[in-house]
C-alpha cells in the first residue's frame, strides 16, 4: 500500500520565478493538506483540498495556490517566489470524517529559493 | 486561536533513560491531539493520536494521555534508544467532524546518546 508521495524531492529556484509540486495521496484517501515547514520550526497549514476544491485556507498570500484532480492528486503552485519561501513543503492526505481527521505526510519537497 | 506549546528543547539522554516531552494546547472545541516524529532529512510519520479525554494514545514504547483538565498532552517513554533521536511534534486538529489544518508546536530535538 503506496504512503503519500511527493515530487520532486528537491528544487532549487531563483526569485521571481514560479514553481510547481506534486503530491499523490496515500490510497483511499480523498483529502490533501499544504504545510510549509521553515528551518527549525513546526509545519504551518497553506490550505486544503477536498472535491477538487479548497475549503480551508490558512495565512499565507495569494502567490500560494492550489489544485486537485479527479484521482485525488494534487499540486501546489508558488508564484514570484521570495527567499522567504525557502523550506520543505509536506503534503498531508486523509479521509474527510474519519474521527479526528489523521493526517499521513510525504516525505516533503525542499525547496531553495536563491 | 488555536495553538499548541511545547517544552523548550534541545533534549539529551542517555540511552535507556526515561523520557518526558511537555505539550499543552488550547481547549477551544474538542479537539483531537497527535504526536508525530521527524527523522533527519524526512517528512512527518504519525506517532500516536487521542481523540478525546482520558484517552491514552500509544505506540512503539511511546504513550501519551489527553488531559482536559491540565489541557495536556505530554509524550513520555520509559526507556528510550539511540534510535529515538528525532524531532518531536504535538499537533491539533479542531476533531469531531470538523475539518481542516493541524496546528503544531515548536518541535523538540531529542538527542539520545549510548
Known amino acids: 500500500d503506496a504512503g503519500v508521495t511527493q515530487s520532486p524531492t528537491h528544487l532549487i529556484k531563483t526569485r521571481g520565478q514560479q514553481v510547481t509540486l506534486r503530491c499523490s495521496p496515500k490510497?483511499?484517501?480523498?483529502?490533501v493538506s499544504w504545510y510549509q515547514q521553515a528551518l527549525g520550526q513546526g509545519p504551518q497549514f497553506i490550505f486544503q483540498?477536498?472535491?477538487?476544491?479548497?475549503?480551508q485556507r490558512g495565512n499565507f498570500p495569494d502567490r500560494f495556490s492550489g489544485h486537485q484532480f479527479p484521482n485525488y492528486s494534487s499540486e501546489l503552485n508558488v508564484n514570484a517566489l521570495l527567499l522567504g519561501d525557502s523550506a520543505l513543503y509536506l503534503c498531508?492526505?486523509?479521509?474527510?470524517?474519519?474521527?479526528?481527521?489523521?493526517?499521513?505526510f510525504g516525505p516533503g519537497t525542499r525547496l531553495l529559493v536563491l | 486561536g488555536d495553538s499548541v506549546t511545547q517544552m523548550e528543547g534541545p533534549v539529551t539522554l542517555s540511552e535507556e533513560a526515561f523520557l518526558t516531552i511537555n505539550c499543552t494546547y488550547t481547549?477551544?472545541?474538542?479537539?483531537?491531539l497527535f504526536w508525530y516524529v521527524q527523522y533527519p532529512g524526512e517528512g512527518l510519520q504519525l506517532l500516536l493520536k487521542?481523540?478525546?479525554?482520558?484517552d491514552k494514545g500509544s505506540n512503539k514504547g511511546f504513550e501519551a494521555t489527553y488531559r482536559k483538565e491540565t489541557t495536556s498532552f505530554h509524550l513520555e517513554k520509559g526507556s528510550v534508544q539511540v534510535s529515538d533521536s528525532a524531532v518531536y511534534f504535538c499537533?491539533?486538529?479542531?476533531?469531531?467532524?470538523?475539518?481542516?489544518?493541524?496546528?503544531f508546536g515548536q518541535g523538540t530535538i531529542l538527542t539520545v546518546h549510548p
Open positions: 490510497s483511499g484517501h480523498d483529502t
Open positions: 487521542a481523540t478525546k479525554a482520558d
Open positions: 483540498y477536498y472535491e477538487e476544491e479548497e475549503r
Open positions: 498531508a492526505s486523509s479521509l474527510a470524517g474519519g474521527l479526528g481527521e489523521t493526517q499521513y
Open positions: 481547549a477551544t472545541g474538542y479537539p483531537s
Open positions: 499537533a491539533r486538529h479542531a476533531g469531531g467532524t470538523s475539518y481542516g489544518k493541524l496546528t
